[in-house]
Every structure is written in C-alpha cells, then in structure tokens.
C-alpha cells in the first residue's frame, strides 16, 4: 500500500512535469500562462508537501519543512512573469523584487 502510494507522487510529479513542459515552455498563450502558473505553483507545492508528510521526518523538521514552503511559493509565483511580447517566462534572481524587462528578448513587461 505505501509503495503504491510513493508510485502515485511519481505519476503525478512526472505529469506535472511533462504539463509544465508543454504549457510553460512551448506554449504561446500568455494570458493563459499568467492564470494557470499560480495553480500549478501552489498545486505542484502541495504534492511535494504530500510527499514530505508520507516520508514522516522528525516531526520539527517536517513541521519547518512545510512551513517554509508557504513563503517560497508565494515567492516564485510573485517572481516569474511571462513576456507578451516572446511567451517566455522570466524569473527574478534569488527572489529579488520582479523584473522589469523580458530576460530573452529584452521588452518592457506591461502589468
């Protein structure tokens, strides 16, 4: 029953993956990509909060595990943004304020 259960993560880390893949990075849909990345953020963060309670650390560590989860994904869904102009997605080193400009093809962001 348990390894059936680390099976399932690894399907729905492996979809989430491929899903990411073909939406994220070969989509050109921006509005799109802007609306579903927050969902995709929070749900891929809570598959792998799943899978930290399944592993049942020590009981601090698990607790500052998953507590440190909820900033990190409020701050990768604040620091990516997608690029109207090229579709891609551009991210802010080390979580730093959003950027400013398309990191692939240089443009102005318009918010």
């Known amino acids: 029953m348990q390894q059936?259960?680390?099976v399932t993560f690894a399907i729905i880390w492996l979809g989430l993956s491929v899903g990411s893949?073909?939406?994220f990075?070969?989509?050109a849909d921006v509005?799109?990509?802007r609306k579903l990345w927050p969902a995709y953020t929070i749900f891929s963060n809570v598959v792998i909060g799943a899978v930290i309670v399944y592993m049942q650390p020590p009981l601090p560590m698990m607790l500052g595990l998953l507590a440190f989860m909820v900033p990190l994904?409020?701050?990768t869904i604040r620091g990516t943004k997608?690029?109207?102009a090229c579709g891609r997605a551009t991210r802010a080193p080390f979580f730093m304020k959003p950027a400013g400009k398309c990191?692939?093809?240089q443009k102005p962001f318009q918010y």
Do not use: I, P
């Open 4 to 6: 059936d259960l680390l």
């Open 21 to 23: 893949y073909m939406l």
């Open 25 to 27: 990075q070969r989509g």
């Open 31 to 33: 509005e799109r990509k």
């Open 73 to 75: 994904t409020w701050l």
């Open 82 to 84: 997608f690029c109207a």
């Open 103 to 105: 990191s692939h093809c």
